[in-house]
């Protein structure tokens, strides 16, 4: 059991907080985007119709989560060296020009993407060092909730993008500064993602594995506001964990990768995040006006259904955080939810070809409901496939392939992102409103994913969600106990004397 303190919760959720601006750089741009490429004053400075809108769309939102997936594999080596608070203010720094490239009218799409790539280089390496360094300093108690900051600053970076763009669609007319203030805007919170590292401390798992073990303590002291007995006991099975890990396979090399018990958990951490981006909601917040296009029909209310598509989103987010993240089975949450959004997506296929949006801007009883299961599948997915792989991915690696684990599981998220955001354009434009019918069947696959093969961790140290994750017997000694797994599916530690008299009876 941690031991905790008011003032060292006040820290680890600052912490938490802190790093997670990462997280409202990446909502900010994926709910930035897709209203900014209907902007008239956009397509007017950068010299393109409607002929070529689907093509230009795709490639102003997707190019970017390629930058990201080169990016979340260049970082990792920096953050295995130099530590993980450095790692994050290179990624700020990155970001912060690539949001000035953008912001600069240049008159070119390729200038345009060259700045998408580079913002995205950051975006894509922070993805990957923050989920690593919040799990590394978290109690083990709300290591959870503060892990599903990230999509609580996600959502919050959505909501922020949809009014902003909102704001500027009706208060500015077809003029450069439209699109330019809210790409501008990005630079504000990149700026403090890497000031704010400089009020934290440094990962205590990561100086334990460089051998800095009094600046561990120092760190671990700091972020509990504590230097008990308990304290000292937690930096103690820290270094067990790490010397243990170091003995049984010194010297790594990448084939191990391909051993089964790594490969496995690197399949996992891959397809958590494949099934993430398969259930619909990011593209709904990517191209959000032109789903509300295909619901209601064209018309003026599509910004504003977006922008209160972002509100709902940030509620259901913040109440799963911080009142369910740690109270409800991450494996219940992440069943009930794609359950819940395929039958909502479904429904909406249905309705959607039984009675189609008759346009000219009348919108019918049965346009109202498609909106409405919207907003229901959006709150279903904030209490589950939203906020719970970031934590997930982040715990199922040991400290040995953490680094380029937990690189492969977000890297392969951008890389999935990617996918969606550059094919979803083409999708809408060939299945029309059948596009709810793919994400419908596509949650169905989650489902069935999370029930065989997901394990629950809620509330377990990261030392026994290894053993939880391991493969054959699953089972190690930890500090003079042995952590075992039940047929419950949930660790338990007990003493050894206990196990190895029970073996020799």
């Not at 400075?45 to 997707?62: I, Q």
């Not at 760190?219 to 067990?240: F, G, H, N, P, Y």
């Not at 209310?301 to 911080?322: D, H």
């Not at 530690?493 to 196990?499: R, T």
């Amino acid at each position: 059991m941690t031991r905790r303190t008011s003032l060292g919760d006040f820290r680890a959720y600052w912490l938490g907080i802190v790093a997670c601006i990462g997280g409202f750089l990446f909502g900010y741009d994926s709910g930035l985007m897709g209203a900014i490429i209907t902007f008239k004053s956009f397509q007017s400075d950068f010299h393109y119709g409607t002929g070529s809108a689907t093509k230009t769309n795709s490639l102003v939102v997707g190019i970017q989560q390629a930058g990201a997936f080169v990016g979340c594999w260049a970082i990792w080596p920096v953050a295995a060296r130099w530590g993980r608070r450095r790692a994050i203010m290179v990624c700020s720094a990155i970001f912060t020009l690539g949001a000035v490239l953008q912001t600069i009218n240049t008159h070119s799409l390729a200038a345009f993407y060259v700045g998408r790539v580079v913002a995205g280089l950051g975006l894509g390496g922070s993805s990957v060092i923050i989920s690593m360094f919040s799990s590394e300093n978290a109690p083990k108690e709300i290591r959870g909730r503060l892990g599903s900051f990230y999509q609580l600053m996600y959502t919050f970076g959505i909501f922020t993008a949809y009014w902003v763009d909102y704001a500027v669609a009706n208060r500015l007319g077809a003029v450069t500064k439209q699109w330019q203030i809210p790409i501008a805007l990005q630079i504000v919170p990149a700026v403090l993602l890497g000031v704010g590292m400089l009020t934290v401390t440094e990962s205590v798992r990561w100086l334990a594995q460089k051998g800095r073990d009094d600046e561990a303590w120092e760190s671990l002291k700091w972020i509990r506001a504590d230097d008990s007995e308990e304290t000292r006991a937690e930096l103690q099975q820290i270094q067990a964990s790490i010397a243990e890990d170091r003995a049984a396979r010194s010297g790594f090399k990448y084939s191990e990768l391909l051993e089964r018990d790594s490969f496995t958990r690197l399949c996992i951490g891959v397809t958590v995040f494949l099934c993430q981006q398969s259930v619909g909601a990011t593209a709904l917040a990517y191209y959000g006006p032109q789903f509300f296009k295909l619901l209601v029909g064209p018309g003026s209310s599509n910004l504003l259904l977006t922008a209160i598509f972002g509100a709902i989103k940030i509620f259901a987010c913040g109440v799963f955080v911080l009142f369910f993240s740690e109270r409800i089975g991450r494996k219940s949450a992440l069943i009930g939810g794609g359950i819940f959004m395929s039958t909502c997506m479904i429904i909406i296929t249905i309705l959607t070809k039984t009675v189609p949006p008759p346009g000219n801007g009348v919108v019918t009883g049965s346009g109202i409901g498609t909106v409405f299961l919207i907003y229901a599948n959006i709150m279903a997915y904030n209490f589950s496939w939203g906020p719970l792989p970031w934590p997930i991915v982040s715990e199922i690696f040991p400290a040995r392939i953490k680094e380029i684990g937990v690189a492969t599981g977000v890297g392969s998220q951008w890389l999935w992102n990617f996918m969606y955001s550059f094919s979803v354009s083409y999708m809408m434009a060939d299945m029309n409103t059948y596009i709810f019918l793919f994400f419908g069947i596509a949650d169905i696959f989650v489902v069935l994913f999370t029930v065989f093969v997901l394990k629950e961790t809620r509330g377990l140290s990261l030392e026994e969600v290894q053993a939880l994750y391991a493969s054959g017997p699953a089972k190690e000694y930890n500090g003079g106990k042995r952590t075992s797994v039940g047929s419950d599916g949930r660790a338990s530690s007990i003493d050894k004397a206990q196990v190895e008299h029970a073996e020799n009876v």
